[in-house]
């Protein structure tokens, strides 16, 4: 099955982010999503241990491991770069100050539930901060794979994995397809040209709605 490489599905991603927005990308995947800003479009990057306003990964061998994001991943500072306290990173969070976080996804429901930190009694649980993120910023999106390893479908009815926010997610990002979530369902904005909609459909746990015309999901071979 054709399908988007991670790297591609961060880039789709970052073309919706607005010249100016302040910016919280999750630990892992979603951080790839910093490295596509459009041209003459510029995002502010905040992370949870107290940066904002941070640049690219700096190169292989010139890090400095005192700047660190979340993820434990060498940034640079820019001009205007902010350092602060862990409890004010938190407080710009919960405070409403964000205007974007992109997280990544175990499940994602049809009402917008996400489900993104545990894999259930078995599994490791990671909190971090994304109970915060998905209550604090203006908007929730989510990348993921449209199915998993196993090739069940991660766009659900009701999430089945212990849940990290309710209602909070509007757009999801997949390896298949743009999804956005509105009035309780899903509504299928853009898919892969190759593809389908009843085999899109086949591979989701939900309905897929319909809402006006569905454009190709285009992006650059990276």
Same mark, same amino acid.
């Given at each position: ?67 660190i ?34 997280? #990544? $996804?175990?499940? /994602? *429901?049809?009402?917008? +539930? ?6 259930? !009694? %078995?599994?490791v649980? &990671? ?8 209550? #604090? $910023?203006?908007? /929730? *999106?989510?990348?993921t +794979? ?5 090739g069940? !479908? %991660?766009?659900?009815? &009701? ?7 309710v209602?909070?997610?509007?757009? /999801? ?36 709605h319909l ?12």
């Amino acid at each position: 099955m054709t399908k988007l490489s991670s790297t591609q599905i961060a880039w789709r991603a970052a073309q919706d982010i607005a010249d100016g927005a302040y910016v919280n990308l999750g630990i892992g995947f979603p951080e790839m999503v910093a490295k596509f800003q459009p041209p003459g479009r510029q995002a502010i990057f905040h992370t949870e241990n107290g940066i904002l306003g941070f640049g690219e990964a700096p190169a292989p061998g010139t890090e400095d491991w005192d700047l660190i994001n979340a993820g434990k991943k060498a940034v640079t500072i820019k001009p205007g770069t902010a350092f602060f306290h862990h409890a004010d990173s938190f407080a710009m969070v919960r405070g409403g100050h964000l205007d974007v976080a992109i997280l #990544g $996804a175990y499940e /994602v *429901a049809e009402n917008g +539930d996400l489900a993104n930190w545990s894999t259930g !009694p %078995k599994g490791v649980p &990671a909190v971090g901060g994304a109970m915060d993120l998905v209550h #604090g $910023a203006k908007r /929730v *999106a989510v990348i993921t +794979d449209h199915v998993t390893k196993d090739g069940k !479908p %991660k766009l659900v009815k &009701a999430c089945s994995l212990p849940l990290t926010g309710v209602g909070c997610v509007t757009r /999801v990002y997949t390896s298949l397809a743009v999804v956005d979530i509105q009035d309780g369902h899903f509504v299928l904005r853009e898919k892969l040209a190759s593809m389908s909609f009843d085999e899109l459909q086949s591979l989701t746990g939900a309905t897929l709605h319909l809402d006006g015309d569905v454009v190709d999901l285009i992006v650059p071979e990276l």
